[in-house]
């Protein structure tokens, strides 16, 4: 495969499940971002993990729980989420150089 | 004020016809700028990356950054139907975007009439 690719692409879920969002890049990048994106509103950026150092945390809620175990991977560990934050999540990646290459996104609802 | 204001449309032009999209920002700091084409259900993919002012061509787009005004353009020629999409802009203050992340526009919802 090559690009970004997330999984899964569609994701429901009740506001008492835990769930894990998945992505993963194969450009040899060594940074990794989490946006969202809701109807009528920009993408929000979430997370920036840069050498699989979290180095910005944009004032989001505590439901939503990053994970970077290697330069390639990167999660999204979700817990007790509420309706609003149905939305669709994208990963992206770049290689110090401000292009930022996105995945196809999780489209997430919360029930 | 919001930092990147863009008109989220909808926007219809007939085909061959010339697209203009734009953006203005209040940030000064920004230097990079980024134009993002989104079709439903995908994910932003990158159409055309400037740094500071200036012009910059490739094939049917051409990107425009106005620094003084704070204003950028995405210029589309000889739009066809493949084009209909949301166009995004986007921009940071730092280079390698490691630590900076984007900021958006909302998006221009573009559709060109067969």
């Known amino acids: 495969e090559t690009g970004v690719t997330q999984t899964p692409r569609h994701l429901v879920m009740g506001m008492t499940n835990k769930k894990s969002l998945k992505c993963e890049q194969h450009?040899?990048?060594?940074?990794m971002y989490w946006y969202k994106q809701s109807a009528k509103k920009p993408l929000e950026l979430m997370f920036v993990?840069?050498?699989?150092?979290?180095?910005e945390n944009n004032s989001v809620p505590s439901r939503f729980s990053p994970e970077c175990p290697n330069s390639s991977h990167l999660f999204l560990h979700l817990h007790t989420l509420q309706p609003e934050d149905s939305a669709l999540y994208l990963c992206?990646?770049?290689?110090?150089?401000?292009?930022?290459?996105f995945g196809p996104g999780t489209r997430l609802t919360v029930l | 004020q919001k930092e990147v204001e863009q008109d989220p449309g909808p926007l219809s032009v007939p085909e061959g016809a010339i697209v203009s999209l734009n953006c203005t920002y209040s940030n000064s700091a920004f230097q990079y700028f980024m134009w993002y084409r989104q079709y439903s259900r995908k994910g932003p993919e990158l159409l055309m990356y400037?740094?500071?002012?200036g012009n910059k061509e490739d094939g049917r787009f051409t990107a425009q950054v106005d620094k003084s005004s704070k204003y950028i353009s995405l210029f589309i020629r000889d739009s066809q139907p493949s084009d209909s999409a949301t166009y995004l802009c986007?921009?940071?203050?730092?280079?390698?975007?490691?630590?900076?992340?984007?900021?958006f526009g909302k998006g221009t919802h573009l559709i060109i009439q067969p």
């Open positions: 450009l040899g990048h060594n940074a």
């Open positions: 992206a990646s770049s290689q110090a150089g401000n292009e930022q290459f």
């Open positions: 993990y840069s050498l699989e150092e979290r180095v």
């Open positions: 400037t740094y500071s002012s």
């Open positions: 986007a921009m940071s203050a730092g280079s390698g975007g490691g630590a900076d992340g984007l900021t």
